[in-house]
């Protein structure tokens, strides 16, 4: 009989899931473990098990790999690498120790039968020494191509046989096309049952993403309004700042479209967008989620043309041209004549009752602007025509923005009128922030999935069908671009927003994309750095994001300023009468904002000279703003008699 008493952490802060039971006991065999997954995330998801009191003290890991290792030698090394590793706020030694004791490690080709014969007999004895029950958690933390070779050998091994349940946890990515992932799925379950495999995809780990279940389907509130009646369109980012890091060698064979959208994308889009399942067991969720994916449109090649744009990063230049970090070409282990996307964005089409007629974007990149994750979802606009006759010029959209990270919250986007005598509209918004609402500790995301595998519940994995559906849907996209190779490669330079084919695909549809603007990046304005809170969240409402090509006009002398705007990144030229360059202005800089307080005729013609990723505040905006933030007028006034000699004051600007 096995007891199911927990690995209890002594540390008194770490009890956030107390009516939990434990995991299920079980020996963890982990292929790959001397690699970077097990010492990154693996062994700390354990550690917080058990810190939380949530790992089974009947347990057990052994580690296996091709490197010859003792097992003091691993466990010297999980010694060190969890100091680095642990996300902890307090490390607590003395559950450390408990746990480190368990592992084991006994190398092991995985070509070689008989050496999995031997793993097959030290499982059997961890089992019987740390009474498991005959459960055995298998864990594939290697290079897919391996995948079927394993599961085969565990057959030949006899691992099957005996007491207790066996589940195999396969990492990502599984396949890299249609075919691959068809074919690893017949590998997978020509020896083990599909109720058996947990297919990792590590968003599912994420809280937030895990909420927005949680969100759609215990709250009467939104539930009524999502769909196509209601909704206008959904959006999608997932921007990166990292480039492709060490990785130039997978990252190469990869691409976003199979690195982040095909997998981790889908994931949301298919929780964001499914009907609701009749219960929350694990098959209920995964059959919406397979419905979902199923109903995504399979584009032609000219479909693809129409709605899919894709992107690599160029170098990022400096003072004079210097190239400051290489573009993707020169990364290390990348080809230097590489035609491999790194950014993609997609309009994508869902011909299901709930969402036809729906646009769908979704866009990710490397060497962004940005770290952020986030989801938009954009309601229908109210009618335009009740306010004829009033000062409000233009009704945005009401949006609802799932934050998935690095902050975390929910937003609800809407207008409120603004104090005083006449009806002025004024974006603002609420936000649930979940640094404020739960002072959970940090965790790896592999906790859930390690704790819920162990329980048999499969929702947070993939299941076969859905990963089939998912590549189903690149597959036309990724056969596209290999017959017409991206001739206009690097197409993006680093740090900025992303190819403005991207922004130019929503334009089509009279549609832009959101920018989320974190106090962060706008505080790299000189003119906002000093800003209070209130101040930095008027101006993220307000501002509107704009991508020009080089050589494009921006403004044109004699024009009717509505505008300022504000260069995020790249390089304009303010230009005299007879063509010269009277300016250069760089990132950060302001422009244009002189016309819209003054109401008179541009002054000047301004041009990019780079390609520029811009943010337009509208006249309205900028005044109301300036009316409340005093110190924001400050900023314009010094710029006028900076730029144009002009003397204006604080008083003047505002009573304008
Ligand atoms: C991985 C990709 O699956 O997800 C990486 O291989 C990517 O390229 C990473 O950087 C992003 O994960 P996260 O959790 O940082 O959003």
């Known amino acids: 009989m096995t007891q199911t008493q927990p690995l209890v952490g002594t540390t008194p802060q770490t009890d956030p899931q107390a009516d939990s039971p434990p995991s299920e006991p079980c020996v963890m ?30 347990f057990a890991v052994l580690g296996s790999a091709n490197n010859p290792m003792t097992t003091e030698a691993f466990r010297e090394n999980m010694n060190r690498d969890i100091q680095k590793f642990h996300t902890r706020n307090q490390f607590d030694q003395d559950v450390w120790d408990k746990l ?34 005959g459960n055995v958690l298998f864990y594939f933390a290697t290079a897919p191509r391996f995948f079927g070779l394993i599961c085969e050998n565990l057959h030949k091994a006899g691992f099957k046989d005996g007491p207790g349940w066996k589940r195999i946890i396969v990492e990502k990515p599984f396949g890299t096309d249609l075919d691959s992932a068809l074919q690893l799925n017949r590998d997978v379950l020509a020896h083990w049952e599909e109720r058996q495999i947990y297919r990792v995809d590590h968003y599912l780990g994420k809280e937030t993403v895990q909420n927005l279940l949680a969100f759609r389907f215990s709250n009467g509130m939104f539930e009524p309004l999502w769909n196509k009646n209601f909704i206008d369109n959904i959006q999608f980012n997932v921007a990166e700042a990292v480039d492709v890091e060490s990785r130039g060698g997978y990252y190469d064979q990869s691409g976003v479209l199979r690195d982040m959208m095909q997998n981790h994308m889908f994931q949301m889009l298919a929780y ?12 209920a969720i995964r059959n919406e989620k397979a419905k979902l994916l199923q109903a995504v449109r399979v584009y032609t090649a000219e479909e693809v043309q129409r709605y899919v744009v894709r992107g690599q990063y160029g170098p990022q230049l400096g003072e004079g041209g210097k190239v400051v970090k290489p573009g993707y070409r020169l990364e290390k ?48 606009k109210a009618p ?15 949006r609802l923005i799932f934050h998935i990270q690095p902050y975390q919250g929910i937003e609800v986007q809407f ?45 947070l994995f993939s299941r076969g069908d859905l990963v089939e559906a998912a590549w189903r849907v690149a597959q036309p996209i990724m056969d596209y671009w290999a017959a017409s190779p991206a001739t ?7 740090n900025s927003w992303g190819p403005k084919s991207a922004a130019d695909l929503l334009e089509k549809d009279g549609r832009r994309w959101y920018e989320v603007i974190s ?65 250069t202005l760089k990132d950060g800089d302001v422009f244009g904002e002189i016309a819209i307080l003054m109401s008179t005729p541009r002054t000047a013609n301004v041009r990019a000279l780079t390609g520029c990723d811009l943010f337009v505040l509208d006249k309205s905006d900028f005044r109301r703003i300036l009316r409340d933030h005093h110190q924001f007028a400050q900023g314009v006034a010094k710029v006028a008699k900076e730029r144009f000699n002009l003397d204006v004051t604080v008083q003047s600007l505002i009573a304008h």
């Open 519 to 583: 106090d962060e990046v706008l505080k790299r304005v000189a003119t906002f750095a000093e800003g209070d809170p209130l101040f930095l969240s008027q101006v993220s409402l307000a501002l509107r994001p704009r991508q020009v090509a080089a050589g494009e006009q921006i403004i044109r002398k004699g024009d009717i300023g509505r505008e300022m705007y504000l260069l995020a990144r790249g390089e304009v030229e303010v230009l005299d009468d007879a063509g010269r360059v009277v300016k």
């Open 488 to 494: 206009d490669f690097p197409n993006y330079a680093r």
């Open 333 to 380: 282990d990348v080809n230097p004549e590489s035609k491999t996307e790194t950014y993609a964005a997609a309009r994508l089409h869902i011909d299901n009752w709930r969402w036809e007629g729906v646009p769908i974007y979704l866009r990710s990149g490397k060497a962004l602007w940005k770290r952020g994750t986030e989801i938009i979802v954009e309601f229908k």
């Open 415 to 459: 207008h409120a009128k603004v104090p005083g005598p006449s009806l002025q509209l004024q974006p603002v918004h609420m936000r649930f922030s979940y640094g404020d609402a739960f002072k959970a500790s940090r965790y790896t995301g592999y906790e859930v999935m390690l704790y819920s595998c162990s329980r048999e519940d499969a929702t």
């Open 384 to 398: 335009q025509t009740m306010f004829r006759g009033t000062p409000v010029g233009h009704l945005g959209a009401n």
């Open 29 to 58: 065999l982990i292929f790959g473990a001397s690699g970077d997954l097990t010492k990154r995330l693996l062994v700390p998801a354990l550690y917080n098990l058990a810190c939380d009191g949530l790992l089974n003290e009947n």
């Open 272 to 283: 964001l967008c499914m009907e609701a399942p009749g219960t929350l067991s694990s098959d």
């Open 100 to 133: 480190v004791s368990r592992f084991h490690y006994t190398p092991a080709a995985f070509t070689d039968l008989d050496a999995f014969r031997k793993l097959k007999e030290q499982v059997s004895e961890l089992g019987a020494r740390f009474n498991t029950g």
